[in-house]
């Protein structure tokens, strides 16, 4: 059977992986990445292999003539924005993820070819929430339903999504709630936050925290592409930590604040672009969340080579992170006036 798999979001460091590995295929014809900037842009993705680069703007009905002109048979989407840029704000970051996976799928639902439609989504819908339960597995609902930034963005796609299952039943959906990913080449508000040279905390929390290693992830991703597993998914490396393991392992000084003190930290770092202390970053910072991944690992037969903890061991020694001199709160916010830091 001929195969032609359509990637969205290729200019980033998950979406370009997944492209590649795909095309690296040997029963794949044909891989497409689409994405609203050349990868060569971003500088930090690699090479796509044979993967055909396509620049289209997933909010334009532009989409669906690249679906319709290439016969695409899978659809894996891992476009979601997971904090919105220093430039074009929350908005264009909520258009992208929402809008965007609307006309995506508009694009699939009037495809005859179009059989198989993998979606990226997070166990951020899941919320962090002091009335949640201890480990979420894909049945449960969340305490309370996400009101602000990505989570809520994950949450609508997901709806959109189960409409799309139900208007084409002949359509294979898969959905995969990833945990935060850590890796070598992952750059997001958690990473970042790590990276810190004083790591500020919520008074009184230690939250848990779950992570799935980059390698695992496009690995599952991969899978999915090629293979029929409908339904919906936890991915993420088996344990948890706690929030005090983590920094305490980076040799990163604590600084516990109150919580609304966070929240102005995180509003000075966020504006300076450093971090995205954003109102559920800080809910994950004071009651953690833990998901069940066991469905996915029955599904598969296969579990993740990498467990929550050396998952984030090998972000840190790709980091060279090592044990740094504490600072104090003013020492800090002096480093976050000097600009820099990664991006």
Known sequence: MTRTVLVTGVSR??????ASVLAADPGID????????????????GALGRTEFVRVDLRSPDIARVIGAADIETVVHVSLVTAPSKSAGRSSMKEHNVIGTMQLLAACQRSATVRRVVVRSTTAVYGSSPHGPAVFTED????????????KDA???EAYVRGFSRRRPDVTVS????????????????????T??????????????????????????????LEDHPGTYNVAGEGVMLLSQCVRRGGRPTVPVPSAAFRVLGEMARGLGRVDFSPEQIALM??????????LSAELAWRPKFTTATAFDDFLHSRGLVAGTPLSVIDWLGTLRGGGGER
């Open 30 to 45: 044909r891989v497409i990445g689409v994405d609203t900037v050349p990868p060569a842009e971003r500088g930090d993705v």
């Open 175 to 194: 959905t995969l709630r990833f945990a935060n990913f850590m890796g070598p080449g992952v750059d997001s508000p958690l990473t970042r936050y790590f």
């Open 286 to 295: 004071s009651y953690g969340r833990a998901v069940d991944a066991e469905r």
């Open 196 to 225: 810190q040279p004083v790591v500020p905390t919520v008074l009184g929390f230690d939250p848990r925290l779950q992570f799935v290693h980059e390698d695992d992830g496009v690995e599952v991703l991969r899978r999915m592409a």
């Open 140 to 151: 449960v609902e969340p305490a309370e339903v996400a009101s602000s930034g990505y989570a």
């Open 155 to 157: 949450t609508e796609v």
């Open 13 to 18: 460091h998950i979406g370009a992986r997944v």
